[in-house]
C-alpha cells in the first residue's frame, strides 16, 4: 500500500492521478494507522514551511518509523524541504531533521540576471550521483514551482541538481529515502517514470 500523507499541505490528487497512470494503487489520507501500515510513504507539500512542520507534528514519529524500518520514503517539493532541519521562511520551527541542512530563499541577485522568483516553469536535471528512483533517466526536464532550495551539510546525497542562477538540488537521495524538489507528476512520462522506479523499490 501506497500512503500520501494528507496534512493539509499538499496538492494531493494530482500525485495520486500520477500514480493511477502507471497503474499503482495509492490512498490519501490523514489516518495514523494508514500511514504506520503503508509499504511506502508519500510526503508531497505546497505552501508555508512553518505551517507544514505545524501540520505534520503528529504524524513526525510515524514518518520516523516508518524511515527507520527500511521502506520507502518520497517528498516531493515542500514535501523534500521539511526533511531538512530548518527553514530561513521560519526559522523558529525546526523541520523533520532527517537531513542536516538548510532551506534557503533564492537570493535577489537572481532577478538581476531576469530570472524570476518563484523558479516556475521546466528546468534540465544535471544528474550527479546514481540514485533507484533515476535509473533509466537522462538529463531530462522536469516541472518546478518553488522559491525556496535546500542547502545539505552532506553534498553526496545529492543525486541531481538544476542550474537556476545557482546550482540548486533537485533530486536528494539517502538508502530508503527518496525527495524531489520539482513535481514528477506534472513532468510528462519522465515524471511518471521515477514514480515507477519509486513503485519497484516497494517489493525489494
Request: some cysteine; aromatic content about 8%; overall charge negative.
Amino acid at each position: 500500500m501506497i500512503t500520501i500523507i494528507d496534512y493539509g499541505s499538499g496538492n494531493l490528487k494530482s500525485i495520486k492521478n500520477g500514480f493511477k497512470k502507471i497503474n499503482a494503487d495509492a490512498i490519501i489520507s490523514s489516518s495514523l494507522k494508514d500511514i504506520q501500515n503503508a509499504d511506502a510513504l508519500v510526503l508531497p507539500g505546497v505552501g508555508a514551511f512553518g505551517t507544514a512542520m505545524e501540520n505534520l507534528n503528529k504524524y513526525k514519529e510515524s514518518i520516523n518509523n516508518h524511515i527507520d524500518l527500511n521502506k520507502p520514503f518520497l517528498g516531493i517539493c515542500l514535501g523534500l524541504q521539511v526533511l531538512f532541519t530548518s527553514s530561513e521562511e521560519t526559522p523558529d520551527i525546526p523541520g523533520l531533521d532527517i537531513f542536516r541542512g538548510e532551506v534557503l530563499h533564492f537570493p535577489d541577485s537572481l532577478k538581476t540576471e531576469g530570472l524570476k522568483i518563484p523558479q516556475m516553469g521546466w528546468n534540465q536535471l544535471e544528474i550527479r550521483n546514481k540514485c533507484p528512483i533515476l535509473e533509466g533517466m537522462d538529463n531530462d526536464f522536469m516541472y518546478f514551482v518553488h522559491s525556496y532550495y535546500v542547502n545539505p551539510d552532506e553534498k553526496n546525497i545529492i543525486a541531481a541538481t538544476v542550474n537556476y542562477g545557482i546550482d540548486v538540488p533537485a533530486v536528494i537521495c539517502r538508502d530508503n529515502i527518496f525527495a524531489t524538489q520539482f513535481h514528477p507528476e506534472k513532468s510528462g512520462e519522465k515524471g511518471l517514470q521515477i514514480l515507477k522506479n519509486f513503485v519497484k523499490l516497494i517489493s525489494k
